[in-house]
């Protein structure tokens, strides 16, 4: 958007001498986009709209309207009349500045932040392209994230909204300790700065580092994990004070807390401990799905993550034995983790773990999420209002309304009916940038 504001800037400055000529007058104004949509899903969880059109000005939705007449003079037109239209799709739940290859360990000790935040950029703008115009990234060494974040919102360069976490708060040698299996001389200790803290106050400093730092939310690995590297289950791995203490200070600076959470009793605890949401709950017993409608947590089902796992995990080599191990147990149970929480009336909202599997592929997870018994329009609904919700942006993304940002996508038939479609979107509006259109990429390099 930057770049077409001098454009706009000479446009007022002839209005305001008064000799704005007729042919100018006219002439469309690119802050101001008419999209005609074939059809508009603009509040998910409501029947699209035929036929209706959405008017853009600058980064904004200003109008949504019926009738061609209403579509202002200087309007530049985008034609998608043959196209279904919704809101800008959500995923809560990445790591932009990783992709799990058998080359990350040796990856750990060679990529600067420097290069961690080239690769983030990169995952980044894939991810916007495949309709997901949000990502909250949920752990990431160091500042690269941040980095990316800042520049996007800065106009300097395009890509999605990212909410980041920055570092995953956990214990020594637990999920997000980066430095789990090496040798001991390669690393420095890591410290609350890092995320990484045993007892209750190390664990508030962790928080508020974090936050210090830049994090607009606080990841926390209430139980074990599969990708790190250590044989010490998938159980919980926090004590009550510990999740007590992350929770009530990320709340205490107004972040939410999501808490990374497999086995059933750490689920359990961290429900109990006052999180905002469940990251993957694959152990999630009748108990837990209960006490999570009860407290209306929200659970991001990252299944997509299970099944890239359960299937690397066949590949000799590709993970280290303990991780293997963990992949094996967590990859068979994941989806029908996720059926039993949704029809046990636990919220949802969208989140894949993309870097565990390869980023671009984020809407596979519909596919899963439907085959277990979640219909087409609630899954869209959890990749928008419900994933806004829970990002706490619902006044900004996820539906289609004057006032929220211009983040609008389309596919060429309805998702509703075919949920696959989302596989294949082929126009992508960002901040009222079009960054995708007729299937291409029009990203600036
Ligand atoms: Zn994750």
């Given at each position: 958007m930057p770049r077409t504001r001098p454009i706009a800037l000479v446009l007022g400055l002839l209005a305001c001498f008064g000799n704005r000529s007729q042919a100018a007058a006219s002439d469309p104004d690119p802050q101001v986009t008419a999209i005609r949509c074939g059809y508009l899903l603009a509040e998910p969880g409501s029947p699209p709209?035929?036929?209706?059109?959405?008017?853009?000005?600058?980064?904004?939705?200003?109008?949504?309207?019926?009738?061609?007449?209403?579509?202002?003079?200087?309007?530049?037109?985008?034609?998608?009349?043959?196209?279904?239209?919704?809101?800008?799709?959500?995923?809560?739940?990445?790591?932009?500045?990783?992709?799990?290859?058998?080359?990350?360990?040796?990856?750990?000790?060679?990529?600067?932040?420097?290069?961690?935040a080239i690769t983030a950029l990169a995952n980044a703008r894939k991810t916007l392209l495949a309709g997901f115009t949000t990502v909250r990234d949920l752990g990431s060494s160091g500042d690269a994230v941040f980095a990316?974040?800042?520049?996007?919102?800065?106009?300097?360069?395009?890509?999605?909204?990212?909410?980041?976490?920055?570092?995953?708060?956990?214990?020594?040698?637990?999920?997000?300790?980066?430095?789990?299996?090496?040798?001991?001389?390669?690393?420095?200790?890591?410290?609350?700065?890092?995320?990484?803290?045993d007892g209750a106050d190390p664990c508030r400093a962790a928080v508020r580092n974090q936050v210090k730092r830049g994090a607009d939310c606080i990841k926390l690995t209430a139980t074990g994990g599969v990708l790190s590297n250590i044989g010490a289950g998938i159980e919980q791995q926090m004590f009550e004070d510990e999740l007590r203490a992350v929770v009530e200070t990320a709340h205490l600076l107004g972040k939410r807390a999501a808490a990374h959470a497999h086995g059933a009793r750490g689920i359990k605890a961290a429900v109990r401990a006052g999180v905002d949401s469940i990251e993957h709950g694959t152990f999630l017993d009748d108990e837990a799905i209960e006490l999570m409608r009860q407290h209306g947590i929200y659970l991001v089902p990252t299944i997509l993550a299970g099944k890239t796992v359960e299937a690397?995990?066949?590949?000799?080599?590709?993970?280290?034995?303990?991780?293997?191990?963990?992949?094996?147990?967590?990859?068979?149970?994941?989806?029908?983790?996720?059926?039993?929480?949704?029809?046990?009336?636990?919220?949802?909202?969208?989140?894949?773990?993309?870097?565990?599997?390869?980023?671009?592929?984020?809407?596979?997870?519909?596919?899963?999420?439907?085959?277990?018994?979640?219909?087409?329009?609630?899954?869209?609904?959890?990749?928008?209002?419900?994933?806004?919700?829970?990002?706490?942006?619902?006044?900004?993304?996820?539906r289609i309304k004057p006032g929220m940002a211009a983040d609008i996508i389309a596919t060429s038939a309805s998702p509703l009916d075919d949920i696959t479609e989302l596989q294949r979107v082929t126009f992508v509006m960002r901040g009222g940038e079009i960054v995708k259109k007729d299937g291409a990429s029009l990203l600036r390099p």
């Open positions: 709209i035929a036929n209706a059109i959405v008017i853009v000005e600058g980064d904004t939705v200003r109008a949504v309207v019926g009738d061609p007449a209403q579509i202002p003079q200087n309007a530049h037109v985008v034609d998608l009349s043959d196209q279904f239209v919704l809101p800008g799709l959500i995923d809560c739940h990445v790591h932009l500045a990783m992709e799990f290859t058998p080359d990350v360990r040796l990856r750990e000790l060679q990529d600067s932040d420097a290069d961690r990316v974040r800042d520049a996007i919102n800065n106009g300097r360069v395009s890509g999605p909204r990212i909410l980041s976490a920055g570092e995953a708060v956990t214990p020594t040698g637990g999920h997000g300790d980066n430095t789990n299996g090496f040798r001991e001389d390669i690393f420095e200790q890591p410290t609350p700065m890092d995320g990484v803290a690397n995990a066949g590949i000799p080599g590709y993970y280290p034995a303990p991780v293997a191990a963990k992949a094996r147990a967590v990859g068979p149970v994941i989806q029908s983790a996720f059926g039993r929480a949704y029809k046990g009336g636990v919220k949802i909202a969208f989140g894949t773990d993309a870097g565990v599997s390869a980023h671009g592929i984020n809407a596979l997870e519909f596919v899963y999420m439907t085959e277990a018994g979640m219909p087409n329009a609630e899954a869209i609904v959890s990749a928008t209002t419900s994933a806004a919700y829970l990002c706490g942006i619902q006044d900004t993304a996820g």
